[in-house]
T-cell receptor, first 112, second 118 residues
Framework: RKEVEQDPGPFNVPEGATVAFNCTYS??????FFWYRQDCRKEPKLLMS???SGNEDGRFTAQLNRASQYISLLIRDSKLSDSATYLC?????????????FGSGTRLQVQP | DAGVIQSPRHEVTEMGQEVTLRCKPI?????LFWYRQTMMRGLELLIY????????DSGMPEDRFSAKMPNASFSTLKIQPSEPRDSAVYFC????????????????FGPGTRLTVL
């Protein structure tokens, strides 16, 4: 079983739509959770951290369910510029908080 | 401010040749990470350093791979000899030290080196 699992997509949505991505992780001891964004042929960039109580940054909302080992990302009012691959990230098993494990990513295509 | 700098951006080499990838982390960052990304395996952590000391190299695929960090502003990832299956994008990332705040977990990636081994 992969340490971090994501639906690869692609998710094809119209502009203005709301879209949600889910992610599950296998290590119950994981302490840090993030969503990174990667544009085609570019490097990953931090989109947002995910806190236990859930957090929001503009149109983006992240949720964490430790009991189910599940992380979600909700994007409201999708823009064309949101088209990218979204990577779910957790800290790696047994190697401390600094080593991160990346999911394989969910591709989003927002269409006009 | 300059971000993480990697060179070369593209490298094409023949099987059996030595390849050296270079990285300059963001000034003041104490952590440096090397990743490899392929379509099949996604983004994999190869090794990371803290204050120039290797902390976890469990992701290094085999002895053909080696990484060094001789000082706080420079690291290399070397593949010798290279094989076609090493073809991938290699990313370097750096991260600041500090407390347990989320900001200190953020990793800043360089633009990557696209390696093709023929």
């Amino acid at each position: 079983r992969k340490e971090v699992e994501q639906d690869p997509g692609p998710f094809n949505v119209p502009e203005g739509a709301t879209v949600a991505f889910n992610c599950t992780y296998s290590n119950s001891a994981s302490q840090s959770f993030f969503w990174y964004r990667q544009d085609c042929r570019k490097e990953p960039k931090l989109l947002m951290s995910v806190y236990s109580s859930g957090n929001e940054d503009g149109r983006f909302t992240a949720q964490l369910n430790r009991a189910s080992q599940y992380i979600s990302l909700l994007i409201r009012d999708s823009k064309l510029s949101d088209s990218a691959t979204y990577l779910c990230v957790v800290n790696k098993k047994d190697t401390g908080r600094r080593a991160l494990t990346f999911g394989s990513g969910t591709r989003l295509q927002v269409q006009p | 401010d300059a971000g993480v700098i990697q060179s070369p951006r593209h490298e094409v080499t023949e099987m059996g040749q030595e390849v050296t990838l270079r990285c300059k982390p963001i000034s003041g960052h104490d952590y440096l990470f090397w990743y490899r990304q392929t379509m099949m395996r996604g983004l994999e952590l190869l090794i990371y350093f803290n204050n120039n000391v290797p902390i976890d190299d469990s992701g290094m695929p085999e002895d053909r791979f080696s990484a060094k960090m001789p000082n706080a502003s420079f690291s290399t990832l070397k593949i010798q000899p290279s094989e076609p299956r090493d073809s991938a994008v290699y990313f370097c990332a750096s991260s600041p030290s500090g407390g347990r705040g989320a900001g200190t977990d953020t990793q800043y990636f360089g633009p990557g080196t696209r390696l093709t081994v023929l």
